[in-house]
C-alpha cells in the first residue's frame, strides 16, 4: 500500500501509512517482550519506502514547480523527517534542521536553474548570452521568491540568511564565468552595449530580493571594452607606420610619383598650390560646424590634403564612434592613457622615419643636411620627402593633436574641478604634452615662421550629430604625390 501511495504520489496518504505503521508497531513493542520477525520485516520495510518517498520528493524539487507545490513538497519533508526521525538526530522544527532543509532546498533547485540553460545553443555568443539572462532572471526571481515564501524572511541585521547568501554568491560567481568566457567572442560594440545594459538590469532586478550584483559586473565589460579600444588604436598605429615607410626614400619603388598604390603624404594638388610660397605650406581653416553643446567636432579640412594623416585620423574616430555606443564612464583614466599613448606612438613613428631616411626637416627650405639639394632623383625625393614630413608635423601639432583630444574628452567630459582649473585648461596640458614629445623627437621646426599656424574662424551653429565625428573623405585622396 505504501509503495503504491508514493508511486501514484499521494504524498498525503503515504504519510498516513507511515505514521499508522510507527504507532502500531511502536505498541507492539511496549506489549511484546520477545522480539517478532515479522514485524521487524515490516519496520524495515517502512524505513525503505520512507527513504524512498523522500528521494522522490527532492528529486519533485529539481522539476519546474509552481510556488504553491513547492510549499506543499517542502511541507510533506518536514512531516516525513518528524515521522522517520530517530534518537539523536536532530529535531523537526529546530534551527540546525531548517538549515539543513535550505541547503537541500537550494541544492535541489540549483539543478532545474541549471537545467534551463542547458539547451540554449552557444554557437552565437550574443544570442546565446542575452537567452542566458533572460532565463536566469526570471528563474532565478522565482526561485528566491520561493524560497522567501517557505522559508520567511530570517534575515539578521538586514543580510540575507547564511544559506541563501551562500547559493546567491556561487551562481553569481557562475554566471560571471559565462560571460568572461563568452564575451571576448564579441567585437561589436552594439550587440556589447546590449549586453551591459540587460545583465545591469538582471542585477538590478534582483536588488529587490537583496541579490544586487551590478557592481561586479562592470569589472568583466571594462576590461573587454579596454582591450578592444587598445587593440583597434595598436592597429591603427601600425597601419600609419606601413603607410609612412612606403615612401622611405631607399625604396625600391623608385620615385613616389610612380607608387599610386600608397598612400600619399600630401597631395599633388596642395603641394602645387603651396610652391608659390617657397615651400611653405598654406593650412586652409575649416568651415565652424557646431554640434549641439556648441563645440565644432568637425574634422579639419586641412587634413584632406595630408591622406596618411586622414586615415589614422579616420580610424580614430571610427573607434570613438563604436565606443560612444558602450560608454562606461569608469573606463576614463585607463582608456585616456592608452588614446594618449596611440597618438605618442604615431609621433615617435614619424621620428623614426626621419631619422631612417637622414632627413633633417629644421634645413632651411631646398637643403638637405644642411647642403643644397642636387638633382639627382635620390636627392629630389629626400628634399621633397623633407618638406612633406615638416608640413605634416606642423598640421598634427596645430590641428591633429588638439582635435583628437578634443573628440575624446566629447565622451568622457573633464569635469571642471574649480574656476582657476577648467575643462579647457586640461585640454590644454594635454597638447603641451605632445608638444614636448615633438620637441623631444625633433619633429618641430624651431623658427616659428616655417610655417604659419592655423587660425580658426568662429564656431558656427549648424547642429551635428552626437557621432565624435564624421570620417575624413576626399576625392584627390588618391593622387599622385609624396
Known amino acids: 500500500l505504501l509503495e503504491a501511495c508514493i508511486h501514484n504520489e499521494l504524498f498525503d496518504s503515504a504519510l498516513d501509512v507511515i505514521q499508522f505503521a510507527n504507532e502500531t508497531f511502536q505498541v507492539d513493542e511496549k506489549a511484546e517482550a520477545a522480539p517478532n520477525v515479522v514485524i521487524e520485516c515490516l519496520v524495515r520495510e517502512v524505513a525503505q519506502m520512507t527513504t524512498t518517498m523522500r528521494e522522490k520528493l527532492l528529486q519533485k524539487l529539481r522539476e519546474d514547480l509552481q510556488l504553491a507545490l513547492c510549499v506543499r513538497i517542502v511541507g510533506y519533508l518536514r512531516r516525513l523527517d518528524a515521522l522517520a526521525r530517530n534518537d539523536g538526530e536532530v529535531a523537526v522544527n529546530s534551527v540546525e534542521y531548517e538549515k539543513q532543509l535550505k541547503e537541500e532546498f537550494l541544492t535541489c533547485r540549483n539543478v532545474w536553474l541549471s537545467s534551463l540553460s542547458r539547451g540554449i545553443s552557444s554557437s552565437d555568443p550574443y544570442q546565446y548570452i542575452i537567452q542566458v539572462i533572460d532565463v536566469k532572471r526570471t528563474s532565478w526571481f522565482d526561485l528566491i521568491t520561493q524560497y522567501s515564501a517557505i522559508f520567511g524572511s530570517e534575515n539578521v541585521d538586514g543580510k540575507v540568511d547564511p544559506p541563501l547568501c551562500r547559493w546567491a554568491t556561487t551562481t553569481v560567481a557562475n554566471f560571471i564565468q559565462i560571460l568572461m568566457k563568452q564575451l571576448p567572442k564579441i567585437d561589436d560594440f552594439s550587440s556589447i552595449a546590449t549586453i551591459l545594459e540587460q545583465s545591469l538590469f538582471f542585477g538590478g532586478s534582483l536588488g529587490r530580493v537583496g541579490v544586487d550584483f551590478r557592481a561586479v559586473l562592470v569589472v568583466d565589460f571594462e576590461d573587454h571594452v579596454l582591450n578592444l579600444m587598445t587593440e583597434y588604436w595598436r592597429a591603427a598605429c601600425r597601419e600609419f607606420q606601413e603607410n609612412l615607410n612606403a615612401h622611405s626614400v631607399s625604396s625600391s619603388s623608385g620615385s613616389s610619383f610612380s607608387a599610386p598604390s600608397k598612400t600619399p603624404i600630401v597631395i599633388a594638388s596642395y603641394r602645387s598650390s603651396s610652391n608659390g610660397a617657397s615651400g611653405n605650406f598654406f593650412f586652409a581653416s575649416r568651415s565652424a560646424a557646431a554640434s549641439s553643446d556648441g563645440e565644432d567636432y568637425s574634422p579639419p579640412r586641412c587634413l584632406m590634403s595630408f591622406p596618411v594623416l586622414a586615415e ?169 604625390v609624396v
Not at 621633397?384 to 598634427?396: F, G, K, P, Q, Y
Open 312 to 480: 589614422f585620423t579616420n580610424a580614430l574616430l571610427s573607434s570613438l564612434n563604436e565606443l560612444r555606443l558602450c560608454t562606461i564612464m569608469s573606463l576614463q583614466n585607463r582608456l585616456g592613457k592608452k588614446f594618449q599613448s596611440a597618438i605618442g606612438t604615431m609621433l615617435l613613428t614619424i621620428a623614426d622615419f626621419v631619422v631612417e631616411n637622414g632627413l633633417d626637416i629644421h634645413a632651411p627650405n631646398g637643403e638637405t643636411n644642411g647642403e643644397v639639394s642636387s638633382t639627382t632623383p635620390r636627392n629630389a625625393k629626400a628634399a621633397a620627402l623633407t618638406d612633406s614630413v615638416r608640413a605634416m608635423n606642423e598640421v598634427i601639432r596645430s590641428e591633429l593633436v588638439p582635435y583628437l583630444i578634443k573628440c575624446f574628452h566629447r565622451l568622457f567630459p573633464i569635469p571642471a574641478t574649480s574656476a582657476a582649473f577648467s575643462a579647457a585648461t586640461a585640454v590644454d596640458k594635454e597638447v603641451e604634452g605632445f608638444d614636448e614629445i615633438m620637441r623631444e623627437a625633433g619633429l618641430l621646426v624651431p623658427t616659428p615662421l616655417s610655417v604659419p599656424e592655423t587660425k580658426r574662424e568662429p564656431e558656427g551653429t549648424a547642429d551635428t550629430p552626437d557621432a565624435v565625428a564624421p570620417p575624413v573623405t576626399d576625392a584627390d585622396a588618391h593622387a599622385d
